[in-house]
């Protein structure tokens, strides 16, 4: 049976700082990873949700490992392994925006094999969900590619790149994976720094309309406190065009607030019923718009918490009725 929204990539354990008097004194230890964080942002929401990827059987690995079973998230599909380290990041703010520092090299979500994943994740997998920083190491770039090409057609397929320009090595060759995906994507979500580094000096309106001129079907552009721009490509060809204004909190930590954005979408989507490109094609356009208030939503009540922890379906639902009744 075709529901599971499956998201594949890295896994890893985010540190936060902790400051006092303005210096940073410590870390505090969080679970991360961008396609991590979509599959807890859909757990939380109340769907099926499935990862793929690899992790450890050291501390931080077999602490992921058991994170994401206690979220209800379907591990079938996350491997073990003793022979590679955990994927560690530490987190710093610089200039009110979030710098990371990587520690990853050798680690075991950047070493998935295709033949390592079993077969339901193919068979049950309705929406699959990938990007960010598991395209840049090891085997699992490949992985991803070839779970992308099988699973064209058969699931909606959506990316966030979720780009990371101080961990590329080689970014001719970097572009040119990006461009398979961005090839085989039906849902592209990017940030307005991301569209910035794909096509410098363009606005993000000309990146979102050269990416659906590449086959996507639907592209959203996140910036920030400024909302969200979306855009649709329609049978006929023509664009359709949503501007979506970030819902106002007191923000506490940015730090996955896109993840919880694509978690917040697809979710909609999913209670919708839309798990093709043809369904999304088709869906109505006032549809679209809540289903972009309600992925704003769920980044705005992430911003509120510490860490990539994104809010539960009630009280999304309740957060959006208070707005409303403000209004």
């Known amino acids: ?12 354990i985010d540190f936060l700082p902790i400051d006092s008097d303005g210096s940073t004194t410590g870390f505090s230890m969080h679970p991360g990873g961008a396609p991590f ?7 939380h929401l109340g769907q099926p949700v499935a990862f793929v990827s690899k992790v450890s059987t050291d501390y931080f690995g077999r602490y992921l490992l058991a994170y994401a079973q206690a979220q209800g998230i379907d591990t079938r599909c996350l491997l073990t392994s003793a022979a590679a380290p955990s994927t560690l990041a530490f987190i710093a703010i610089e200039s009110g925006e979030p710098v990371f520092t990587f520690y990853g090299e050798g680690a075991a979500d950047a ?31 490949a992985t991803v590619l070839s779970v992308v090409e099988q699973l064209k057609g058969k699931a ?23 461009q398979r995906f961005f090839r085989l994507a039906d849902v592209i979500k990017i940030s307005a720094a991301d569209s910035a580094w794909l096509a410098p000096d363009q606005p993000s309106e000309r990146v979102a309309g050269d990416l659906l001129a590449q086959g ?5 552009v996140t910036h920030g406190s400024a909302g969200v721009l979306a855009f649709r490509r329609t049978d006929a060809g023509q664009i359709e065009q949503w501007q979506v204004p970030a819902y106002p909190v007191e923000i506490r930590d940015t730090v996955g607030a896109g993840d919880a954005f694509s978690a917040g979408f697809l979710a909609a989507l999913a209670r919708r019923g839309v798990v093709s490109r ?16 309600f992925a704003s939503a769920v980044a705005a009540l992430t911003c509120t918490q510490v860490g990539a922890n994104p809010p539960v379906y009630a009280d999304v639902v309740q957060f959006l009725k208070a707005v409303d009744h403000d209004q």
């Open 1 to 12: 049976m075709k529901n599971l929204i499956t998201c594949i990539g890295e896994i890893l």
């Open 278 to 293: 043809a369904a999304l094609v088709s869906l109505a356009p006032t549809d679209i718009e809540a289903a972009l208030h």
């Open 216 to 220: 996507a079907v639907f592209v959203s």
């Open 111 to 141: 070493l998935l094999h295709l033949d390592e994943i079993p077969p339901a994740c193919f068979v049950e997998t309705s929406i699959l969900h990938f990007g960010g920083i598991s395209l840049l190491r090891g085997t699992t770039p």
């Open 37 to 43: 964080n979509v599959a807890v942002g859909l757990a």
């Open 156 to 178: 909606l397929v959506s990316f966030d790149p979720n780009l990371r320009p101080r961990l590329i090595r080689d970014e001719q060759s970097y572009r040119a994976l990006l």
